[in-house]
Each structure stands twice: as structure tokens, then as C-alpha cells.
């Protein structure tokens, strides 16, 4: 399916079907989730006035907010062993890194999201190729879904669901002030995502700490 189009400095909705997806489809992947996160919390809690507000936009829950790191396939074409054996492989490789202190950027808006950069961009890389490597290990390292081409961490606090001047949404986003607590990054979540209801939902399938040699997985 072709990308969406959206006249120059207007939004478009973001829910349109990327290639793959259908509704009843979901998929492996793996995020940063932040539903404990007391920093996340308050910085959804500040922006939320605004962004409930204008109704081209879906704001994001706590429990939505999430930091997309490296997906691994649609769930009915990855078989259940093949995901156990790329969680026991990346939990070595996981333990080797430090938990990250990290710290958000001004939100900015796009043609579809309101997101927040995320940084120290190069600690969150180092996360992102121990994923990739596990995956390798079990696959082959030619086989590795996605590439680091153009990797970009980032949170969502809102995605767009129609066609709205970027201008406008910017400049009440501006309105408000970004809490500066940092946000400890401590763990890896392998998710079972899902957007058949206009919005991110995803049950957990397993979570690896990072630092140390801990995986809770089903």
C-alpha cells in the first residue's frame, strides 16, 4: 500500500494500513514501555489538556506510551519457539548494558504524530543492535528484520487522525512546559502489538532487564 499523502503543512491520519497489516493481524517487536514511569507520567499528564483539546488528535495513555526499538515479524508468521529462542538469546546480550538515564526533547509535531525526541541517542542504539543480534542469532544476521538506517528514538504522546494545519497544533503544544526529570530506562519489552482500534494495544510477552540477568517471559 502506497503512503498517504497530505497537502504541504497539514497532518494526515496516521491509522491508514501499512504494508502487512490488517485488522485480526498483530506483531513482534520490541519496545521500551513506560507504564511504572513516574517522569513519563507527569509529562503525559502536562501535555494532556492541550492535546485532548484538538480533536484531530489521539492522545496517547500512560499505558500506550512506548519507545519503539526493532520488530521481529507479524505473529502468524514467527513461530513460538523462534520467539523463545531470540528472548534466551538477547538476555546475555542485554546484560551487558547499563540501564539508561534519558531525557526528551521538546515535543514537535509531524504530518502524523505529536513525539518527543529521546536521548542519549547512542545508548539507545547500542539497545537496539543487542536486539538486532539476538534476532541474528537465531535467524542469521542477513535475516534481520528492519535496518538502523534512519533510527530515531522517540516517544508518541499523540498521533493525528485527519488533516489539520501543523502550524496551529505546534503552536499550542508550545504553550505548555516539559517537566526535566530524566527517565530510567532499565528494560527491554518483546510485545504482541495490535492496532485494530485506532490505537497501539499490546500484551507482553517477555521483558529483559538490562544490567542484569533477569527475563520474565510467558
Given at each position: 500500500m502506497r503512503r498517504l499523502s497530505a497537502p504541504s503543512g497539514m497532518t494526515r491520519d496516521h491509522w491508514w494500513w501499512r504494508?502487512?497489516?490488517r485488522k485480526g493481524r498483530s506483531f513482534y517487536t520490541w519496545h521500551i514501555t513506560f507504564s511504572s514511569s513516574?517522569?513519563?507520567r507527569q509529562i503525559v499528564s502536562s501535555?494532556?489538556?492541550i492535546i485532548s483539546g484538538i480533536n484531530t488528535l489521539d492522545p496517547v495513555g500512560i499505558d500506550g506510551v512506548h519507545l519503539t526499538l526493532q520488530g521481529i515479524g507479524f505473529t502468524d508468521e514467527v513461530s513460538s519457539a523462534d520467539i523463545k529462542k531470540i528472548v534466551a538469546s538477547t538476555v546475555p546480550r542485554c546484560t551487558q548494558l547499563e540501564p539508561i538515564k534519558a531525557r526528551m526533547d521538546?515535543?514537535?509535531?509531524?504530518e502524523e504524530a505529536v513525539h518527543m525526541n529521546v536521548h542519549p541517542v547512542e545508548q539507545i542504539t547500542h539497545?537496539?543492535?543487542a536486539l538486532r543480534n539476538g534476532i541474528g542469532d537465531v535467524w542469521g544476521h542477513e535475516n534481520i528484520p528492519e535496518t538502523m538506517d534512519r533510527f530515531r528514538p522517540h516517544i508518541t504522546l499523540a498521533y493525528s487522525n485527519g488533516v489539520a494545519p501543523i502550524e496551529r497544533i505546534d503552536a499550542a503544544i508550545k504553550e505548555c512546559s516539559l517537566p526535566a526529570?530524566?527517565?530510567l530506562i532499565s528494560s527491554v519489552s518483546l510485545i504482541d502489538l495490535n492496532r485494530d482500534r485506532g490505537r497501539y494495544e499490546w500484551t507482553e510477552v517477555a521483558m529483559v532487564a538490562l544490567g542484569r540477568?533477569?527475563?520474565d517471559a510467558w
Open positions: 504494508p502487512g497489516w513516574n517522569p513519563i501535555y494532556a489538556p521538546e515535543p514537535r509535531i509531524d539497545v537496539k543492535l526529570d530524566d527517565v540477568r533477569r527475563v
